[in-house]
């Protein structure tokens, strides 16, 4: 460490050498041309691609399994669960997997804690399995949490829209007119005309 605490303070006293990131390396310099890559490709074994980590049935079967919680761990929104999530997509689990011979089998014996690639297959899919069973309660608890809150939002709306129509129909409803005095004296004088006007009966 103490190596490496020194090493840039020489790089710059003695050398004309700096330190970039990849993204400040691609601001100053100049593209040249795209660089084509069809196939995936990698440091590890003779083939130099992606069959050391996916190179069998077991391997992909594990990978598969795994990718298709992806979505249940992101709803989940806890946030052991993801780091636990991200622990088990670390590549060393599938390389453990790895059934490849001759050199190539020896070094990734040489990594590997487990006896046999079966075992290394078999401990990650039961712990792969418990974790399964931790996603889906978290998301069961999720759904069960969005119901209680839509529930109390249609609640709560049932009631606003009730209280609308209430006053809705009161101003529809028609207003009684209330008699007065000047009606009323219309009406008398109705009645009083009409009654000076009726016949008393006929003479003989």
């Given amino acids: ?5 020194a090493l840039p303070k020489s790089v710059f006293k003695n050398s004309p050498f700096t330190f970039s990131t990849p993204s400040e390396v691609a601001k100053k310099l100049q593209v040249v ?3 084509n890559v069809p196939n995936p490709i ?6 130099r691609d992606l069959t050391a980590w996916l190179g069998n049935e077991m391997q ?17 929104g806890d946030e052991g669960i993801k780091q636990d999530y991200a622990y088990l997509q670390v590549s060393d689990h599938f390389y453990y997997m790895s059934t490849k011979f001759f050199s190539d089998g020896e070094v990734h014996s040489y990594f590997n804690p487990y006896d046999t690639p079966y075992e290394a297959f078999i401990n990650y899919m039961n712990v792969l399995s418990d974790f399964e069973i931790r996603v889906n309660a978290a998301a069961h608890s999720n759904v069960d949490d969005d119901v209680a809150r839509l529930s109390k939002i249609i609640k709560e709306k049932d009631e606003q829209l009730e209280k609308l129509e209430n006053r809705l129909s009161a101003r529809k409803k028609p207003a009684t007119p209330k008699p007065t005095a000047a009606t009323k004296k219309s009406t008398t004088a109705k009645t009083t005309a009409s009654s000076k006007k009726r016949p008393t009966g006929k003479k003989s």
């Fill in 1 to 5: 460490f103490d190596f490496l605490e």
């Fill in 33 to 35: 041309s795209a660089v």
């Fill in 42 to 47: 990698s440091w590890a074994d003779e083939e």
């Fill in 60 to 76: 992909n079967e594990a990978f598969n399994k795994l990718y298709s919680l992806g979505e249940k761990v992101h709803e989940s």
